[in-house]
């Protein structure tokens, strides 16, 4: 199906209209927001006190993204999933640095991060959440090459920021009575099956390897494009098409037009801010917490409104670095309109792959 045809198919607008900035207050968990917020607070003062805000940038980057796994759930252990991404994210960091110099290595690394995160599709969506950390990581550092010590500091940096979170909320949780070991979980997503499910699915010619080697494409795709182009903040295009590509072609234009509506209006949200207040880096500091705090509590509200609250986060957290809030903005949302189209067409490629591995697989109509 064209996509013109496909967007008119499949873009309920009333529902849409209703749904993106929805609120529901029942769902955010306060204790927990209320924990994940000191980590970033301490990593930006530090880097602030040190004369360094760059380097309280990336460690509190780290904090922020490890933040979410506490409302993830992977296995019975309750912070299993800050665990899982703070690791990963610390090599990818190192990983996505070392190799931003060298085009071939990038093109592996890129291709590798965006088939775990297609593959990961089949393990559930806390192993999907876990992995999509690692790319970005891995696509953030490697805007941002440096040698081996230069690397390895952008990956203590990033490991630092996630331990202090998983210390803090995990103590948190202990204050709070909540037990280690969440007894209710239903043991669907398992550590010891994720990569014994991913095998499984990605071999002959199955949905998840369909999706796996598109992901791995418009990874590479996207990644060279930002570097030959040289797109300020480029690395925000593969970051996007990563969140937003699912299998199903409707859910990616769901994400699509949600997506760009959210990046708007957290752009907005930062210019009026940015043009009242003025920030000094402190005030930015208390910004960039604030809005930490807004992006947890939204996750479980309407789409557009947890990316409108993301996207003004980073937009004063990246201002740490030196960038002007209107020139973060503006690069955030062409990135946001470039990678969802880019994945909007890929998930179009990938339903049409599916329909025609399964012509040859239909069974015989019955003979009158």
Not at 77 to 84: D, H, L, N, T, W
Not at 126 to 139: E, G, R, S, V
Not at 179 to 192: F, K, L, P, Y
Not at 245 to 274: H, M, N, W, Y
């Amino acid at each position: 199906m064209p996509v013109h045809r496909l967007l008119r198919a499949r873009i309920p607008v009333r529902r849409y209209s209703q749904e993106m900035f929805a609120f529901r207050r029942g769902d955010i968990r306060p204790e927990t927001v209320i924990a994940c917020m000191p980590a970033m607070a301490i990593c930006l003062a530090a880097g602030i006190f040190l004369g360094r805000p760059d380097y309280g940038l990336v460690a509190a980057s780290g904090a922020f993204s490890v933040g979410f796994g506490a409302f993830q759930r992977f296995t019975a252990v309750r912070a299993a999933p800050m665990i899982f991404a703070m690791v990963g994210m610390t090599f990818a960091a190192w990983l996505g640095s070392f190799s931003g110099d060298y085009l071939p290595l990038m093109i592996l690394f890129s291709a590798v991060a965006g088939a775990l995160c297609g593959g990961a599709n089949a393990a559930g969506p806390a192993a999907w959440w876990i992995t999509l950390q690692w790319a970005i990581a891995f696509f953030v550092a490697d805007a941002y090459p440096a040698d081996m010590r230069g690397a390895l500091g952008r990956a203590g940096l990033v490991f630092t920021g996630g331990v202090l979170q998983i210390v803090l909320v995990t103590t948190a949780w202990v204050l709070v009575g909540k037990s280690a070991i969440i007894r209710e979980h239903d043991g669907t997503e398992r550590w010891q099956d994720l990569f014994a499910v991913m095998g499984h699915r990605l071999t002959g010619h199955s949905d998840t390897l369909r999706i796996a080697v598109a992901t791995a494409i418009l990874a590479v795709l996207t990644t060279v494009m930002t570097k030959t182009a040289h797109i300020p903040n480029g690395y925000w295009i593969p970051v996007t098409a990563l969140i937003i590509l699912k299998p199903q072609s409707d859910k990616t234009v769901e994400r699509v037009v949600f997506r760009i509506c959210g990046t708007v209006a957290g752009a907005g949200i930062a210019t009026l801010i940015a043009a009242v207040l003025r920030p000094d880096e402190s005030l930015l500091a208390v910004l960039v917490v604030g809005l930490a705090g807004l992006a947890y509590s939204m996750q479980r509200s309407g789409y557009a409104a947890f990316v409108a609250s993301v996207t003004a986060c980073v937009a004063f957290l990246v201002s740490l670095a030196g960038l002007p809030e209107i020139e973060v903005v503006k690069h955030r949302i062409i990135a946001t309109v470039i990678g969802g189209l880019l994945a909007l067409v890929t998930a179009v490629g990938v339903e049409a792959w599916d329909r025609y591995a399964r012509r040859g697989t239909q069974p015989p109509a019955a003979e009158g």
